[in-house]
């Protein structure tokens, strides 16, 4: 059925774009909350991902795709916004963009979600597709148009940077 | 690798997933709110939007047909890939050769000492029109007519120039006001030497080279005896005639310039004659029978020539993956031209063409086969629709329940107005994409079927027809599905 409303919303019909866009806005925000970090900022970025996603739903080929096309909008719309924010702040407030040798730990206790929020916010979104909307490496890789070995090393590098902070904690 | 460095190598492993679970928890323990209005917020964002961009080049992703003076010999024709610009859902295949220079079937025979003709280059008015690939035989004439030059380059810019503008102002309008896409350019090629001297053609415009290039792969199919016909006056020469058109706008077409008089030399000596045997048995069907009347094998592919007669009130629509079969099993598909049709006799007649071509070797016996057949309804108008009335209706076709979802009015991709109708077919019908309204000439609908595994499967149409109070419609090439799957031995 989803695929009936996908042509007709590529001719047009907003009432069919409506019916394939509207279970998607869940997991659309908490994507874009992953990355911005700001309610306000998350909602902007959906909608300008909607608005995008119906001006150029013809170029989309396989209507069985729309869920990931759409999402992959979404991500697109939230670089542009981070990129955006980026010019505006200094460097001293930016989030860490590289990841920080063991020894430099701080010595206050990082739990999981201050953890999270040091992450870059690829790094972060990343893990949030597997390990909360279980996304597949290769679905993920998909999305972010990546190699499904880069998506591994950084996944796979991160979770162990994560597990070091938490090993030093308990320490 | 020692036990030491396995335990840690297991205890890191252990640590890895439970640093996994305990994400997976965070996650799902510390769920963001989403806010109420975003809904709000998508709706108006929707309602407020131009919607779709429209793709003025979306047919330049498409192999198209260009059908040269269709006589008639041939009343309709066939190809794979789907040539046809309006078929939008069809699946372009990748052909097992360069198209350009021909097919399985004249890759084979030109393996096996087939000779083509030396092509020629000409040049006049700042365009250079190559032909090479040129291929003849009792059965076809065919040709590779190539143009490019600093005029046609100079066409192509504007083209691209022209239309990218559009195209981007497309993403904040739907139609950029004043302006008119730009069409493509094309070459057709008129075999002159014979008293029907149109063709067919294809050509693509989707890769690099058509950014300098206009080609086209020309055909002529030969009637029976048309060849030997020509051949009987001792012609030297094959005479063609080459025109670069620019499909500017939608009902303007410009002639660039044509190369008149063209003379290819040819040695009657390297002519290859075809094989015909006769077959004449017939294969019964629901509703009718098909005759098999004759198995023509030329150097570059194999005809089988058949009939069909059916029952009052019945049309044959056609077979689904027909195939040869030689005594060794190999099988001879289907690639490139898929079959011609010819209305001028009492019982139509179609011909399936199949590749490779088994001239060269001994031809003892053959079978043919295909895996299923469709029959139609021989009535004139299937279906009324009205936009005055509530749907879903339905109606029946073939015994079988065709329900018509929508029917409306609106903007094409052009912004011309047409009607829209949205069918769900059951799995019982096979449908090949193409509605006839009452009063409306054949060809203006355009429509599409849904490629997945849908089932009903949902059929759009999209005809530009004035509003009236209702319109009297035909499904055409749209049948029931029998099943075959058998393979008979031809006499």
Same mark, same amino acid.
């Given at each position: 059925?989803?695929?009936?409303?996908?042509?007709?919303?590529? @001719?047009?019909?907003?009432?069919? %774009?409506?019916?394939?866009? #509207?279970?998607?806005?869940?997991? +659309?925000?908490?994507? $874009?909350?992953? %990355?911005?970090?700001?309610?306000?900022?998350? #909602?902007?970025?959906?909608?300008? $991902?909607?608005?995008? +996603? %119906?001006?150029?739903?013809?170029?989309?080929?396989?209507a069985s795709k729309?869920?990931?096309? %759409?999402?992959?909008?979404?991500?697109?719309?939230?670089?542009?916004?981070?990129?955006?924010?980026?010019?505006?702040? *200094?460097?001293?407030?930016?989030?860490?963009?590289?990841?920080?040798?063991?020894?430099?730990? +701080?010595?206050?206790?990082?739990?999981?979600?201050?953890?999270? #929020?040091?992450?870059?916010?690829?790094?972060?979104?990343?893990?949030?597709?597997?390990?909360?909307?279980?996304?597949?490496?290769?679905?993920? $890789?998909?999305?972010?148009?990546? *190699?499904?070995?880069?998506?591994?090393?950084?996944?796979?590098? @991160?979770?162990?940077? #994560?597990?070091?902070?938490?090993?030093?904690?308990?320490? | 690798m020692s036990q030491n460095n396995k335990e840690r190598e297991l205890l890191d492993q252990q640590d890895m997933t439970?640093?996994?679970?305990?994400l997976h928890k965070h996650f799902v323990n510390n769920l963001a709110p989403v806010p109420e209005e975003l809904e709000d917020r998508i709706s108006a964002t929707i309602l407020s939007s131009n919607g779709p961009a429209t793709n003025k080049r979306r047919y330049a992703k498409y192999l198209a047909a260009i059908a040269m003076l269709l006589g008639i010999f041939v009343a309709s024709v066939k190809l794979i890939p789907a040539f046809a610009v309006y078929a939008s859902n069809i699946p372009v295949i990748k052909l097992a050769v360069n198209w350009l220079q021909g097919d399985s079937g004249t890759e084979n025979a030109k393996n096996h000492g087939y000779k083509e003709i030396e092509g020629i280059t000409l040049e006049e008015n700042g365009i250079t029109v190559e032909l090479s690939s040129i291929m003849f035989d009792e059965d076809r004439l065919a040709v590779t007519a190539s143009a490019y030059g600093d005029r046609i380059q100079a066409i192509l810019d504007e083209v691209e120039a022209v239309n990218s503008e559009i195209k981007e102002a497309q993403l904040n309008a739907p139609v950029a006001e004043g302006k008119e896409p730009l069409g493509l350019l094309s070459v057709n090629v008129t075999f002159k030497s014979f008293e029907n001297p149109g063709g067919i053609g294809s050509t693509t415009y989707d890769s690099d080279r058509h950014k300098?290039?206009?080609?086209?792969? &020309?055909?002529?199919?030969?009637?029976?005896?048309? &060849?030997? &016909?020509?051949?009987?006056?001792? !012609?030297?020469?094959?005479?063609?005639?080459?025109?670069?058109?620019? =499909?500017?706008?939608?009902?303007?077409?410009?002639?660039? =310039?044509?190369?008149?008089?063209?003379?290819? !030399?040819?040695?009657k000596a390297d002519f290859m004659m075809s094989k015909g045997y006769d077959i004449n048995m017939s294969i019964p069907l629901q509703h009718g029978q098909l005759l098999l009347e004759e198995l023509t094998i030329s150097p570059t592919r194999m005809r089988l020539d058949i009939s069909y007669d059916m029952e009052e009130g019945y049309s044959f629509v056609g077979i689904e993956k027909p195939y040869l079969m030689d005594s060794k099993g190999n099988k001879y598909m289907q690639e490139g031209l898929v079959s011609t049709s010819r209305q001028s006799d009492p019982y139509s007649k179609v011909s399936y063409y199949f590749v490779p071509s088994k001239y060269f070797d001994e031809v003892d016996e053959m079978y043919f086969g295909f895996e299923e057949y469709y029959i139609g309804e021989a009535s004139e108008y299937d279906f009324t629709v009205s936009l005055e009335e509530n749907y879903p209706k339905s109606f029946t076709y073939m015994g079988e329940e065709?329900?018509?979802?929508?029917?409306s009015y609106g903007p094409t991709t052009e912004g011309r107005n047409s009607l829209w109708i949205d069918l769900l077919l059951p799995p019982a019908l096979k449908n090949f994409g193409s509605l006839k309204i009452e009063a409306e000439e054949l060809g203006s609908s355009f429509g599409y079927t849904d490629m997945g595994n849908a089932a009903p499967t949902p059929v759009y149409f999209g005809i530009e027809v004035e509003p009236r109070q209702e319109y009297r419609c035909k499904l055409q090439f749209a049948g029931y599905r029998y099943p075959f799957n058998k393979t008979i031995p031809l006499n």
């Open positions: 059925m989803e695929e009936i409303h996908v042509k007709r919303a590529q @001719r047009g019909d907003k009432e069919s %774009f409506a019916a394939i866009i #509207m279970p998607l806005r869940t997991e +659309a925000y908490r994507i $874009a909350l992953c %990355f911005l970090h700001n309610e306000n900022d998350s #909602m902007e970025a959906v909608c300008s $991902a909607v608005e995008k +996603a %119906f001006k150029s739903i013809r170029q989309l080929k396989k729309f869920k990931s096309w %759409f999402i992959q909008i979404v991500v697109n719309e939230c670089r542009l916004q981070i990129r955006d924010r980026n010019r505006q702040q *200094s460097l001293t407030n930016r989030l860490a963009v590289e990841l920080p040798d063991s020894r430099d730990i +701080a010595a206050d206790k990082m739990d999981l979600e201050k953890l999270l #929020m040091s992450l870059e916010p690829m790094d972060r979104l990343v893990i949030h597709l597997k390990y909360y909307s279980d996304y597949t490496l290769r679905e993920i $890789a998909e999305l972010l148009q990546l *190699s499904e070995g880069t998506v591994k090393t950084r996944l796979y590098s @991160r979770l162990k940077w #994560m597990k070091l902070q938490l090993d030093v904690r308990e320490e | 439970l640093l996994e679970e305990e300098s290039f206009v080609d086209v792969r &020309a055909e002529k199919i030969f009637e029976k005896g048309e &060849a030997m &016909a020509f051949l009987s006056k001792e !012609p030297k020469y094959l005479t063609l005639e080459v025109e670069v058109i620019w =499909h500017k706008y939608r009902d303007v077409n410009e002639v660039i =310039h044509v190369f008149k008089d063209i003379k290819l !030399p040819f040695d065709i329900i018509i979802e929508k029917v």
